[in-house]
């Protein structure tokens, strides 16, 4: 196969994703950022013809989709797996409106969590909602299933969900060039029986959903995307998206039935393909979705007995799992300091988060983001993170628990793109049913965690151009929050008195702990001045390197060293700042008490 | 000429990896290989470990190296090498940057950065290359080219010539850091002989 750049790209598979839905004549699309799913929106952002744009969380960004399609437009509505979460809401009862132009749910799981907080599989939301779903395998299919997608989209009258995962969004590979597809101008088009749904009108369109599934499950059994690759031996393999890639390598010759549309099944041809195997096995990553819905047609076959149903596969686990005798020793690992990710040099969280790591009797409620990070040491500064927007509404319910007991000692964190998600009703409930609980809004002026994306805060559109800024201080007092504060994480002392007059506060309380991510490109452009490690003066106290800020290390020493250094002998190491990789906050000045830390010249 | 073949990236967030991959991948497809690279973004990017792997051949299915599957290993970093380990087969190649990037709990001085841990590897008859892929891009006059130096010493283990790379840098690079960054191919190129 060769790469003709006339005819091919190499693209990931978001972007090929997006290059997809391009050609599909996509007019609107509307997401939330989310790994892995965020670069299809950024990457969409840039063709002619479409118009893209960050919503303030998944819910928004569907429904906005949901109103294009009922204008007769392509539309896109991209999330991550816990995003489908969010909009599962609109996501059931489009089900029973249907469409008008074709409408696509692109949902990235991912399996292993690489940056996720669990690791659910989105298949079950096509059954249980009724949508058809594809599964594509790698990049080049994805960009194809795009245009299937919307095809079947308007064809059923139905959503259509994609489903792909970490190793379909962040592959890279050879995807084929086409050109966009022309599709009909929106228009303003009144059918209410359709698209007005309560009880009467929903009950006719429940009849048109059961109708529509049995006519995408005869669609299905002849589907190209859904397709038998003969084979030799007495195995066969049914399997699907990324999955399939690993039979192939792991089995070259077996037969595989390799399905493109997960939901609904095409049965006929299952069982067509069942009776040419002795020994039929389902391949598939997470949940047993295949293998499920196979054993209740009666179809015999093997699964998760022998398939890992947690974490992501790859050809070696297929391998070993099913001819364990084909797999030779590899070495074992050895025992080495793990390197977890964590707060950038710089970072405006880790002031905050100083502060609250000195509160050790607080309760820190967290929430999704770079700043989860403050969980881990030496801060070790977030006692719960469950999903977007929860710190603040599990930090409520706390304090209704605790009563008396909890007060001073119950505080949310999360962050500005956050808070805007699914934290600002929280926070209005806060405020309707009274509370002692404090809540921090780290507004660092972007999403960091995805890569930077500009959000209803930021003062930028997705194409960066000037957008208004939601003033956070404005909405917490227009929802009745009367203290509310504003601190400069980066000034620690400062940043602790604060912490601690309205974590004790006994009403409603907002600190909003500001400044700017520092790999913001405007801020990675700044002036900034480097701090050094005046090392006649540290006394190897530790309190910056208690920090965890990644720019000081500590060197230990023995007495002997200590005496050589002229420390005093009983001094367990110093604290060095690797200038390099200094961003110039100026944190562990505040906290230095010996003068060891010293501002120099701006870089 | 090798007809397929794995190669392993590693290192630590924002040492510049991605592209080392990127520019490696290019050449593979432009010696007329079919080629899946994976990548991990996110979380995993705030100076953690960071991963990539890049299979080459006539029809790639999989975009994940298997254990023991690694023909090539382009370290940037010494403990993110032999972290590898798993990966590497007896007649694999690991290329090692010799630079140290202390782990947290090494930093925080709760754990000790181990001491000739390359010897591992060698230890397991795995042929290891260690190279100063700083000093090398500082004989170049810039130290930013340090992961096309390494893409320059990986070179040495593949077929496919480097004046495929030098014109994959044209065609990649943006102009102003195109000479440098094909200087600094060269001389990780020469390092490897030296």
Request: net charge neutral; proline share 6%; hydrophobic share 40%.
């Amino acid at each position: 196969m060769g790469f003709d750049k006339e005819t091919t790209l190499w693209l990931s598979g978001n972007e090929a994703i997006a290059l997809g839905a391009w050609e599909a004549g996509v007019r609107v699309a509307s997401g939330y950022p989310g790994t892995p799913s965020t670069e299809i929106m950024g990457n969409l952002s840039r063709y002619e013809g479409v118009y893209t744009e960050w919503a303030p969380n998944e819910k928004v960004g569907l429904e906005v989709a949901i109103g294009a399609s009922f204008a007769g437009a392509r539309a896109l509505a991209t999330m991550k797996h816990v995003g489908l979460n969010v909009a599962a809401d609109p996501l059931f009862t489009a089900a029973y409106t249907g469409v008008r132009g074709g409408l696509v749910i692109l949902n990235a799981d991912d399996p292993q969590m690489h940056s996720s907080q669990n690791e659910q599989d989105n298949r079950n939301y096509a059954f249980a909602a009724k949508l058809p779903l594809l599964e594509p395998s790698d990049p080049a299919e994805a960009k194809r299933m795009m245009g299937l997608a919307y095809t079947l989209s308007e064809q059923l009258d139905v959503p259509v969900i994609i489903r792909i995962t970490t190793r379909i969004a962040h592959v890279k590979g050879v995807v084929e060039k086409g050109s966009r597809c022309e599709t009909p101008e929106p228009s303003i088009e009144k059918m209410p029986a359709k698209l007005v749904m309560l009880p009467g009108n929903a009950r006719v369109r429940r009849v048109a959903v059961e109708k529509r599934m049995q006519a995408t499950r005869e669609l299905a059994e002849t589907l190209p995307e859904n397709r038998i690759e003969p084979g030799s031996g007495k195995r066969g393999f049914i399997t699907s998206g990324v999955p399939y890639n690993y039979v192939k390598e792991a089995f070259p010759e077996a037969p595989v039935l390799k399905l493109g549309m997960v939901w609904p099944l095409p049965e006929k041809m299952i069982r067509a393909f069942a009776a040419t195997v002795e020994e039929l096995i389902v391949v598939e990553e997470l949940d047993p979705f295949i293998e499920t819905h196979l054993k209740a047609m009666g179809i015999a076959c093997r699964g998760k007995d022998l398939i890992p149903n947690q974490g992501e596969l790859n050809s070696f686990i297929v391998r070993k799992a099913i001819a364990p005798e084909t797999v030779g020793a590899v070495f074992d690992p050895l025992e080495l300091p793990m390197r977890p990710p964590n707060m950038c040099a710089g970072c405006p969280h880790r002031g905050l988060f100083y502060g609250l790591s000195r509160m050790k009797d607080v309760f820190v409620s967290g929430d999704i983001g770079c700043y989860t990070l403050g969980f881990l040491p030496p801060l070790s500064a977030m006692d719960a993170c469950v999903c977007m927007g929860a710190s603040i509404t599990m930090a409520h319910g706390m304090a209704k628990a605790l009563g008396k007991k909890g007060e001073g000692k119950i505080v949310a964190v999360l962050g500005d793109s956050t808070f805007m998600h699914s934290g600002i009703t929280g926070l209005l409930n806060m405020v309707y049913n009274g509370t002692y609980a404090s809540v921090i809004i780290l507004d660092n002026r972007t999403t960091a965690m995805t890569g930077h994306q500009d959000n209803p805060a930021s003062g930028r559109s997705i194409l960066g151009d000037p957008a208004p800024a939601l003033n956070l201080e404005g909405l917490c007092r227009a929802l009745g929050v009367k203290r509310v504060a504003v601190v400069n994480p980066h000034d620690i002392d400062a940043t602790r008195k604060v912490l601690k007059e309205e974590i004790e506060a006994p009403e409603p309380s907002v600190i909003i702990s500001r400044a700017p991510c520092v790999l913001l490109p405007e801020e990675a452009k700044r002036e900034k001045p480097v701090y050094f490690t005046n090392l006649d003066n540290c006394t190897g106290c530790s309190l910056c390197v208690q920090m965890g800020c990644p720019a000081i290390s500590w060197t230990p020493l023995t007495p002997e060293e200590a005496v050589a250094r002229g420390y005093r002998e009983k001094q367990k190491g110093f604290a060095r700042i690797a200038e390099v990789q200094c961003n110039g906050c100026g944190q562990c000045a505040c906290v230095c008490k010996f003068d060891a830390i010293t501002k120099k010249e701006a870089k | 000429m090798k007809q397929s073949g794995n190669i392993l990236f590693s290192g630590v967030g924002g040492q510049g990896i991605l592209l080392a991959s990127e520019l490696t991948a290019y050449a593979q497809l432009a010696a007329g290989f079919d080629v899946k690279k994976s990548e991990v973004h996110g979380m995993a990017q705030r100076g953690g470990s960071v991963e990539a792997h890049l299979r080459y051949g006539e029809k790639v299915y999989s975009p994940l190296i298997e254990l023991g599957a690694a023909d090539i290993l382009v370290a940037f970093e010494i403990l993110e090498a032999v972290r590898y380990l798993p990966y590497l087969h007896r007649d694999s190649a690991v290329v090692v940057n010799t630079q140290k990037i202390l782990p947290p709990a090494v930093a925080l001085g709760k754990a000790q950065y181990p001491e000739n841990i390359l010897d591992e590897l060698k230890a397991r008859h795995i042929n290891v290359v260690a190279i100063d892929a700083f000093a090398v891009a500082e004989s170049v006059g810039e130290l930013r080219t340090a992961n096309v130096a390494m893409v320059g010493a990986m070179s040495n283990f593949l077929a496919v010539g480097p004046e495929i790379f030098l014109q994959v840098i044209d065609n990649t690079v943006k102009p102003s850091f195109r000479e440098v960054n094909k200087k600094a191919f060269a001389a990780g190129r020469a390092a490897v002989h030296a």
